[in-house]
């Protein structure tokens, strides 16, 4: 069979940026270099929530989990010497995709491209973030007034970019079955385009170019024939939707497309050679069945459960895609699958749950009512804490993690501080003093004249992308801009869904739940308390709660009192918590790398409040030197992805507990 008669590959990304625009752009031509057909931007997590380098709760997070973009100057760096006019770039963006995406265009201009002629994706989901990674800033109804301002700007003016890019990735990470992922996400599609099409922006002959424009991006976890059913299954309600809601009779205009990102949740940092099969298997549900082919595909590292991957890690994952598309035959064959009534059958399955539970939600009335209620969050906290309990008691089995366990010593991880890449601690600074020149630079009323024509569209009906589109090219930066928008809309903090969260373990005599009841008890009884009190924190700007959430509901389990606010606090908002409350123990949960300097923040305010007897332990993807460092600045224990029993966890918490208040150690076993 000649080249010319196999099936295009899928666009080969990897997901990159790191510390500087300069240092991601090398990055980005290097990956290119090698064979990389797509770009898939990864932007740190103050330009993820709106906030510039120099504010309190950027400190320890710039450049940690991606590339700090705070203005045009930093885009054209970022983009140098790459020609977007013919580039495919995926920008996992969000609350200020709006934003970044005017960013893109105006380098893109500045190159001398047509805009007609960019093809790439905003993430732009604000759903999902509500629900699992919580980079959200506005309420529901102006984070959707946003999406649609962007989806009519685009169709009309950067006709081949997809806007929004409907997001169950992360969903499955914060615990979601297949069929919670299917109808969150369709659910959320249903939603936006619903507002499209009741903005009166777009012309009903036009309404089948949105809907072409919808692309989704989704997980796909080990158990791969059950997630090549569910891509299936996707496809099917999408195209039922599509042309049973909004009357799309193009059968091109109906197809499903998505891009995919293997799961990260299931990668262990036991054992870690282990997730490059996983990966493998998880890349084969999102590219065996051609009916279900993934239009894009970017795969994790190795070793992203220890750390930020290196770059040879990066290649290595681009390598497993181009093995699979040039080397094998699986380009070559029609679907394999078709005509298989096991499939059938399964894919069937997952679409009559899935249509009930979009019934479901429908009835509450749709996808935003149903994340202020509380609903879908409430499902996804009680869905991981069931998986969770499944894999604790070893009847979902890992291994290397509660199955084969003995290991020989990996030479992959004999130098763990080698092992990942580490940001230098002195790029945030580097970061700062160059936002304070740009500031210093630019012509100042341009800026604040532009500003002001955004917060008047915003507090109007107009769109904002033009006004937007006008604040990049006045050298507005990312805080200003979020600032601008959050004065007229507001912020929303979404619900954690953690009180409302059905017990996942039972605590019937004799088990370990049970074991380390008694020891919650006996510990409140000796100290004189009602309750042990334990306050959960989440410092800086991380919003991956979902390991927060599971230690939240299991100690409310074992008898704790448990005090969590949720995302998105600074170290003194969580000092003063912690003193109000009169906690016996702080717990805080970071993975985005900003430990290293939060942690040692919370831990002297207690010191000077006088509340250094509080022990203070510390979660999350510490690698070893640092949880070394943590320890011995007063950290009372340090729990990483290794760490998976969290009922054994809890009775680790109440032991320092003790210790802290010089009790004798409890013979209870937990």
């Not at 103050?46 to 510039?52: I, K, L």
């Not at 002629?117 to 959707?144: A, C, M, W």
């Not at 009534?341 to 399964?346: D, L, Q």
Request: aromatic share 6%; net charge negative.
């Amino acid at each position: 069979m000649t080249e010319r008669q196999k099936d295009r590959p899928w666009l080969m990304r990897t997901y990159a940026g790191h510390s500087t625009a300069e240092a991601s752009n090398e990055l980005y031509r290097r990956n290119l270099a090698k064979g990389q057909t797509g770009l898939s931007v990864a932007f740190d997590l103050p330009t993820q929530t709106g906030y510039d380098p120099d504010h309190v709760l950027a400190r320890g997070e710039v450049g940690r989990v991606g590339v700090p973009v705070s203005h045009l100057g930093d885009m054209r760096r970022l983009f140098q010497d790459i020609p977007l006019e013919q580039m495919n770039t995926s920008m996992t963006i969000n609350a200020t995709a709006m934003w970044l995406l005017a960013l893109y265009q105006v380098v893109a201009e500045e190159q001398g491209a047509d805009p007609g002629k960019l093809q790439g994706t905003t993430q732009n989901d604000i759903v999902k973030e509500y629900l699992s990674r919580g980079t959200h800033v506005f309420p529901p109804g102006p984070s959707l007034r946003l999406t649609t301002d962007m989806i009519t700007y685009t169709v009309n003016h950067i006709p081949k970019w997809n806007p929004i890019n409907i997001c169950s990735y992360h969903l499955q990470e914060a615990g979601a079955t297949p069929v919670q992922e299917i109808a969150y996400a369709m659910s959320t599609a249903v939603a936006v385009l619903d507002a499209v099409r009741d903005s009166g922006q777009v012309p009903e002959e036009k309404f089948g170019d949105v809907v072409a424009r919808i692309s989704f991006f989704v997980n796909a976890g080990v158990r791969f024939v059950e997630e090549m059913c569910k891509m299936r299954a996707f496809g099917r309600i999408w195209d039922q939707v599509t042309r049973e809601r909004y009357g799309v009779t193009d059968p091109k205009r109906r197809r499903f497309r998505y891009g995919v990102q293997v799961n990260s949740l299931g990668l262990t940092e036991a054992q870690p050679e282990n997730n490059v099969q996983r990966i493998v298997l998880e890349m084969l549900a999102v590219t065996l069945s051609k009916d279900a082919r993934a239009r894009a595909v970017q795969l994790p590292a190795w070793n992203e459960a220890l750390g930020l991957p290196r770059p040879w890690d990066q290649q290595w994952s681009l390598r497993i895609q181009q093995v699979l598309a040039h080397e094998s035959d699986l380009l070559e064959y029609e679907d394999i699958f078709a005509g298989s009534h096991v499939i059938e059958a399964k894919v069937d399955e997952l679409v009559t749950d899935s249509l009930a539970e979009i019934d479901r939600i429908q009835q509450m009335g749709g996808a935003m009512a149903a994340v202020e209620s509380g609903y879908l969050k409430s499902e996804l906290v009680s869905s991981h804490a069931a998986r969770r309990a499944r894999i604790e008691a070893g009847e979902e089995k890992i291994v290397g993690v509660n199955i084969y366990e003995t290991t020989e010593p990996s030479p992959l991880t004999a130098d763990l501080d080698a092992a990942i890449m580490t940001v230098d601690p002195e790029n945030e600074a580097r970061v700062v003093a160059a936002l304070h020149e740009w500031r210093d630079n630019r012509d100042e009323a341009r800026a604040t004249e532009a500003l002001a024509a955004l917060k008047k569209a915003a507090a109007g009906t107009r769109n904002m992308m033009e006004a937007t589109v006008e604040c990049a090219r006045a050298g507005v930066t990312t805080g200003e801009w979020a600032w601008a928008l959050r004065d007229v809309f507001g912020e929303f903090r979404a619900p954690t869904g953690v009180s409302s969260a059905p017990v996942a373990v039972n605590a019937e005599p004799g088990t370990p739940l049970a074991l380390v009841r008694e020891k919650v008890s006996r510990t409140a009884d000796d100290l004189g308390a009602g309750r042990l009190r334990l306050l959960v924190g989440k410092p800086g700007l991380d919003g991956h709660s979902n390991g927060a959430e599971q230690i939240a509901v299991r100690a409310r389990d074992a008898g704790f009192e448990v005090v969590y606010q949720g995302i998105r606090l600074t170290p003194e908002q969580i000092t003063d918590a912690a003193l109000a409350e009169d906690v016996h123990c702080v717990g805080l949960s970071i993975l985005s790398g900003s430990h290293a300097e939060l942690v040692p923040d919370v831990l002297n305010r207690l010191r000077e409040a006088g509340a250094a007897d509080i022990p203070v332990i510390a979660g999350g993807i510490i690698p070893p030197a640092d949880a070394t460092a943590l320890v011995a600045a007063g950290v009372a224990a340090v729990f990483t992805p290794k760490d998976f029993g969290i009922t054994e966890i809890i009775g680790r918490i109440v032991d320092e507990i003790r210790k802290a208040n010089k009790l004798d150690p409890l013979e209870v076993p937990a």
